[in-house]
């Protein structure tokens, strides 16, 4: 028998992959997948694209990845929460407005980081890097990464992150995030699911704790990414046994993001009857089937 193999994270050029959403499809066909999701972050742009693209025989799981954040609400400490969320639907007013505010929000940010990196003399044009971006994209780190390697400054992305835009850098700016209670609301009042991404990625700097995930299971979330690229082995133990005890729905997935990460589409999968149960709570917006 064929096992099912489905990656549910994955970015096309609707945000800061580099693959459009057709190349995506053919990539996950590429590499085997029966299944995969488009997660653009912020954004469904790519969904229509991704569908037409579809071969005899591939699913595409229409998708997001959310930009929310934790407060606690004792220390007042903020956390970045990256939210998957699926099969929800994507007219939904208040989930709408909700996301055009955050691409504006993304896109003064992102300028205000390049204005801080022109004022400083780096060879980074704001005017330049925002003209690139296409109407309404949801501007991210990665576009000026772009912007340097382009100017030679770095010699890849991850260079770029290393040495300029990384967190505890002097050009990070952060943004209005929503947060991750509201959008976990707003997806199941759309009919659909959500997951959070790569809870424990310590490398991308400060990761909620355990009891956040208590909470927010006891929130309405649905699952929780246990593989991960940025999840170590201990991680990986770690946040399936969290998800056993709290019945969240564990994935795994690649977060693939073109050539802007060296992570292949399809190098982690999720089990499929996670997946299984994971659709089977949602009501929002089908599967589309190829
Ligand atoms: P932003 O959404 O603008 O805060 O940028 C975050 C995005 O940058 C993530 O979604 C990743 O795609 C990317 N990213 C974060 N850290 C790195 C890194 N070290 N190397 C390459 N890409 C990264
Ligand atoms: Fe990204
Ligand atoms: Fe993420
Ligand atoms: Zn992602």
Do not use: C
């Not at 997660?39 to 469904?44: K, L, Q, S, V």
């Not at 971006?133 to 780190?141: I, N, Q, V, Y």
């Amino acid at each position: 028998m064929h096992l099912m193999r489905i990656d549910l994270h994955t970015h096309s050029n609707a945000s800061d992959g580099t693959d459009s959403p057709a190349e995506l499809v053919d990539a996950a066909a590429r590499a085997g997948l029966d299944v995969v999701a488009i997660t653009d972050h912020d954004t469904t742009a790519g969904w229509e694209q991704a569908a037409k693209a579809l071969r005899p025989g591939q699913t595409l799981v229409p998708g997001a990845e959310l930009s929310t954040v934790s407060v606690d609400p004792r220390t007042g400490r903020h956390v970045s929460v990256h939210l998957l969320a699926y099969l929800f639907d994507s007219t939904s007013v208040a989930l709408v407005a909700e996301q055009s505010r955050l691409r504006a929000e993304r896109r003064t940010r992102l300028r205000g980081m390049a204005e801080r990196m022109a004022a400083d003399g780096l060879p980074i044009d704001p005017d330049e890097v925002m003209a690139a971006l296409p109407a309404d994209a949801p501007a991210g780190r990665p576009h000026l990464a772009q912007a340097l390697v382009r100017a030679g400054k770095v010699v890849d992305v991850n260079q770029a992150f290393a040495e300029y835009l990384g967190n505890g850098r002097g050009y990070y700016l952060p943004r209005q995030d929503t947060p991750v209670e509201t959008a976990i609301d707003m997806i199941a009042d759309a009919g659909g699911v959500t997951v959070m991404a790569h809870p424990f990625a310590r490398s991308r700097g400060a990761t909620i704790t355990p009891e956040v995930l208590v909470e927010l299971a006891a929130h309405g979330l649905t699952g929780v990414e246990v593989d991960h690229p940025n999840h170590d082995e201990a991680t990986r133990a770690e946040v399936r046994g969290l998800a056993d005890e709290l019945g969240l729905v564990r994935t795994g997935s690649s977060d693939y993001h073109g050539t802007n990460k060296t992570i292949a589409i399809g190098a982690e999968t999720t089990d499929p009857a996670q997946f299984e149960a994971l659709v089977a709570r949602a009501t929002g917006s089908p599967l589309v089937v190829g």
